[in-house]
């Protein structure tokens, strides 16, 4: 992931002085894992326009996006330019946009963080909302939240904020790299499930082995509708498909009269000696066989 890896001089990363959000927190968390953890890095926050000036990269201040010269701010009146999903970029984008596919190896990991983590954050910091609503005043407790409960309030006039800076900036390291970790497993796994798709006889019905991430890859087919697998625990299980991961709406739900029921009462309800469990939400059971998960899955699918 280093950029600089063969040289020893001391790189300089510039960002604004005060408050801190997630965006320029992010955007120096990127920057400090393309560097590497054996470059010798200086993290400065200022407005000091002398001091912007010297910055080998400079973040969320200085009124110049000029990617060759690694000046990344988005708040010079043109902005610094929009996504072709009209989303806008702020300077975690702006740098993602240069160094994410360099920190991740793959195009298809680089451009999936920026649809989950970079682009909400970009909208949050240039004042655009992308959340609806069914509930009046409830929202989702973010990541912009969660790192703006590190800033200081009123009454904490003594906290050192350079300090905290630097401390939730690992913790942005550590949100990156594990991002960055289980996309990587999940583009692996993409060409197994789609081979076992193709291999399946009744597509509506996907028979894993194995217990592999299915929800994304699965979801792109228009058949499937349960998926089963073993459990770590031991128990075998359906769950239902969904077109959208990010939503609860199955394509079909586990029959109703399975709801809540566990154990002997959930044997008698299906005829499955084996069954052991169906959440109340109707998207998943449980089996202690392979034998009698597939009982359940033939009465699901027949509901």
């Given at each position: 992931m280093s950029e600089n890896s063969s040289e020893n001089k001391k790189i300089t990363i510039i960002t604004h002085s005060g408050k801190f959000h997630a965006d320029d927190i992010f955007a120096v968390a990127t920057l400090l894992l393309l560097l590497?953890?054996?470059?010798?890095?200086?993290?400065?926050?200022?407005r000091d326009e002398e001091i912007i000036k010297s910055g080998d990269y400079v973040v969320d201040v200085g009124g110049v996006y000029d990617p060759d010269k690694n000046r990344f701010d988005h708040h010079q009146q043109e902005g610094a330019g929009i996504r072709n999903n009209t989303v806008p970029y702020a300077s975690f984008g702006l740098v993602w946009k240069k160094f994410g596919e360099t920190i991740c190896g793959l195009h298809e990991v680089s451009e999936r963080i920026d649809h989950i983590l970079v682009q909400p954050i970009d909208m949050a910091d240039n004042g655009r909302s992308y959340?609806?609503?069914?509930?009046?005043?409830?929202?989702?407790?973010?990541?912009?939240?969660?790192?703006?409960a590190f800033t200081p309030s009123w009454k904490e006039t003594e906290m050192d904020i350079d300090t905290v800076?630097?401390?939730?900036?690992?913790?942005?390291?550590?949100?990156?790299t594990r991002e960055i970790s289980k996309r990587k497993d999940l583009a692996n796994v993409r060409?197994?499930?789609?081979?076992?798709?193709?291999?399946?006889?009744?597509?509506?019905?996907?028979v894993l082995d194995q217990f592999y991430p299915v929800g994304e890859v699965l979801s792109k087919f228009p058949e499937p509708l349960f998926v089963v697998f073993p459990r770590e625990d031991g128990i075998w299980a359906i769950k239902t498909i969904r077109n959208d991961e990010n939503s609860f709406i199955n394509r079909k739900?586990?029959?109703?009269?399975?709801?809540?029921?566990?154990?002997?009462?959930?044997?008698?309800?299906?005829?499955?000696?084996?069954?052991?469990?169906?959440?109340?939400?109707?998207?998943?059971?449980?089996?202690?066989?392979?034998?009698a998960?597939?009982?359940l899955a033939e009465i699901a699918l027949n509901s």
């Open positions: 590497g953890e054996e470059a010798s890095v200086s993290v400065i926050r200022s959340i609806e609503t069914s509930i009046p005043g409830l929202y989702p407790y973010d990541i912009g939240l969660f790192f703006n800076f630097m401390e939730v900036v690992q913790l942005a390291r550590i949100v990156l060409s197994i499930i789609e081979n076992i798709y193709k291999e399946s006889l009744n597509k509506k019905l996907i739900d586990l029959p109703k009269d399975w709801a809540g029921k566990k154990d002997e009462e959930f044997e008698t309800v299906t005829g499955v000696v084996g069954a052991v469990f169906c959440h109340k939400g109707l998207f998943l059971a449980g089996a202690k066989t392979k034998e998960i597939l009982q």
